[in-house]
């Protein structure tokens, strides 16, 4: 007897008649208390579809699908201003805003970004890719308003952030906040609480309490207070402020943001409507704009990432990320299995490491399964720190145990150590301290785009005295650096690596201390030299290969450091080659511009050495396949062997792109 075939039911496009209706949020304000909710349904079933065949943030964007829809049924959007923080959560705004019908097009290349983006839509006032940006951009456009009111110029705009309990976590929220306070003008931030659950706190109680507060009658009467207590003295005025304040906040949790000059309303649930709707009309009648008065509120609101989606739901992660899945049963795509990632050779490298020293921790920045450490964490809870996303602190704080004789491993993104740049420069390179950065995602970085592009490392950190920065050319390469980085006592070192997978090479099993500053002659050539920097060297080599059918035979280098530079190697390349090609994925002014700054003082570029250094362009490049942006990038095999030939003024035909 035949098995019975099993077979995975087929999902079928949900049926939305309501939000077929929708082409813009001014649509919603025409709907029912009741259509509101239905459409709200709708959008989060839309979402789910749309990111099914795409891939990309799901638990964020269903977590807030009752508020997205509130919001745009309360406020006039795109006038008033409505930023999202970080703006992984923005896929059911994008659909209700005009691009529903790019939906799913979401981080596929000429599609829609996986965050919100300026020049995307008039309905994304402010692009975000990295977190805790929201007050302060929402500050500044309530500020100007606020001037030109005062020019006579009438603005009558609301402007609302919407901020994560996880980007809270950033200094920079705080740094806005407290400015806000003090500066008084009318900013809603809405604070988008996913790590509690719905519970007592959020019940009838709180939503009576949130609605009252945030009434015209509670505020008169609170402004009332306000102004007869100014005629008493100041120490009777202030105690009269804080015992109000204070009253409020054993109510409702929001001492906090009353001592930051917050007016605090909350906490209410934020997948019910029937709280949210009422609470922010409060909030948006409650003082106009242009009067200067009222000063910034902020709205907590419980929600629940993955809402309305079991296989969400039911994950520990909440599916925060994901590739495409079944939409029926949650089920992931999976790739046919293939060598590590460059990632995961880290984090296993860096454990080995760990277990022979028990000096070194491991830091990071709200990313540890991104950055591997989550591996590392398993096997040494207690020397693992995740410190939330605060690259800053992260930095110092590793500047801090340094100074008292451990090994810290920083392992943050290339485009999140951004963040953390003076703390680089101030707190770790200018003491000379041994922080060991390990720098994940550099280079591009496919579906995330521009804003996650690992470009620039090379040139910040490059321009610093002191440091050591290598780049592995494959996994390999890697664990050895790991092991050198763990070996410098004296100094700060870094290690840039790509994401995606590795090679597949068979790994040794602990890594080669390296010589600092040394670099590797692959193969021995004649006319030309090749000297590449970190995984572009697989595609040098593919080059020597295309040359030497072309009867060039090519000498080609794995530079492995970009600090210090190994100067007698690229001298003795300098003067033993007609061509000399560098080639690195970071922008311009990183390891091509060092090489020649320092050919250049030597005196090797005066005597007909044809130099080009090969970088990613001066210009963005948008989300797509990783192949892709490499071959618009133009850093592929064939671009190096067309930059040789054309350097010695041979036809490119067939190596070249117009």
């Known amino acids: 007897m035949n098995a019975p075939v099993v077979t995975t039911p087929t999902p079928t496009r949900p049926r939305t008649p309501l939000l077929d209706r929708v082409r813009v949020p001014a649509d919603l304000r025409n ?331 491991a830091i990071t920045a709200a990313m540890p399964s991104g950055t591997g450490l989550d591996r590392f964490a398993k096997r040494f809870p207690d020397r693992t720190f995740d410190v939330g996303i605060a690259e800053q602190h992260a930095v110092t704080f590793a500047a801090g145990m340094a100074t008292e004789g451990m090994k810290p491993f920083c392992a943050i993104y290339s485009t999140f150590l951004q963040r953390g740049y003076d703390q680089v420069v101030h707190d770790v390179v200018l003491q000379s301290l041994p922080v060991r950065f390990a720098i994940d995602r550099a280079g591009l970085v496919g579906a995330d785009g521009f804003t996650h592009a690992g470009s620039f490392d090379l040139a910040y950190l490059g321009c610093l005295p002191g440091i050591v920065i290598m780049a592995p050319s494959d996994e390999a390469e890697l664990l050895h650096m790991v092991a050198t980085s763990a070996a410098i006592d004296d100094q700060p070192s870094a290690v840039r690596f790509p994401r995606g997978d590795s090679t597949g090479l068979v790994l040794p099993e602990r890594g080669e201390i390296l010589p600092i500053g040394r670099g590797r002659v692959l193969r021995d050539g004649g006319t030309v030299a090749i000297l590449a920097l970190g995984t572009r060297v697989a595609d040098a080599l593919k080059a020597a290969d295309d040359l030497a059918a072309r009867g060039l035979k090519a000498t080609v280098v794995d530079a492995r450091f970009m600090k210090p530079l190994d100067t007698a190697l690229i001298e003795q390349l300098a003067r033993h080659h007609e061509v000399l090609v560098t080639v690195e994925e970071g922008s311009q002014g990183g390891f091509g511009s060092a090489v020649m700054h320092h050919l250049a003082w030597k005196g090797l570029l005066d005597h007909g050495l044809k130099f080009r250094p090969m970088t990613l362009p001066d210009r963005f490049i948008d989300h797509e396949a990783p192949a892709k942006q490499m071959i618009e990038a133009r850093l592929t095999a064939r671009d190096i062997a067309a930059t040789v030939l054309a350097a010695l003024g041979r036809d490119a035909v067939g190596a070249a792109r117009a």
């Open 31 to 361: 709907f029912s208390h009741e259509q509101l909710k239905q459409l709200a349904e709708e959008l989060r079933a839309e979402t789910i579809d749309a990111v099914s065949t795409t891939g990309g943030h799901l638990g964020a964007s269903l977590g807030v699908v009752e508020l997205t829809v509130a919001i745009h049924a309360i406020f006039d959007t795109p006038d008033d201003r409505l930023i999202w923080d970080v703006g992984h959560q923005c896929y059911p705004h994008k659909i209700l805003t005009g691009r529903r019908d790019r939906i799913r097009t979401l981080r596929q290349g000429g599609g829609l970004s996986g965050f919100t983006k300026r020049a995307e839509s008039e309905y994304d006032p402010f692009g975000a890719a990295h977190s805790s940006t929201s007050i302060s951009a929402g500050l500044g456009m309530a500020v100007a308003r606020d001037l030109k009111n005062a020019r006579g110029i009438k603005d009558d705009r609301h402007v609302i952030a919407v901020i994560g309990d996880g980007a809270m976590s950033a200094g920079m929220a705080y740094e806005a906040m407290n400015n806000a306070g003090a500066l008084h003008s009318r900013l809603i931030v809405v604070l988008n609480d996913n790590d509690m659950s719905i519970a007592p706190p959020v019940g009838a109680m709180s939503a009576y309490l949130s609605r009252l507060l945030s009434s015209n009658s509670f505020l008169s009467l609170r402004d009332l207070a306000a102004r007869m207590a100014k005629r008493f003295p100041k120490s009777i005025e202030r105690a009269a402020r804080r015992a109000e304040e204070y009253t409020r906040g054993m109510l409702t949790g929001g001492t906090l943001f009353e001592e930051m000059g917050f007016y605090y309303v909350g906490p209410i649930d934020g997948h019910n409507l029937d709280h949210l709707l009422p609470v922010l009309r409060n909030l948006r009648e409650a003082e106009e704009p242009e009067s200067g008065r009222g000063g910034p509120i902020l709205l907590h609101v419980i929600t629940k990432k993955g809402k309305g989606y079991a296989p969400a739901e039911a994950s520990a992660d909440k599916l925060h990320a994901v590739s495409k899945f079944n939409v029926i049963t949650g089920e992931q795509a999976k790739a046919p299995p293939g060598p590590p990632t460059y990632t995961r050779v880290f984090a296993d490298a860096l454990i080995g490491e760990a277990e022979r020293d028990p000096s070194i921790v």
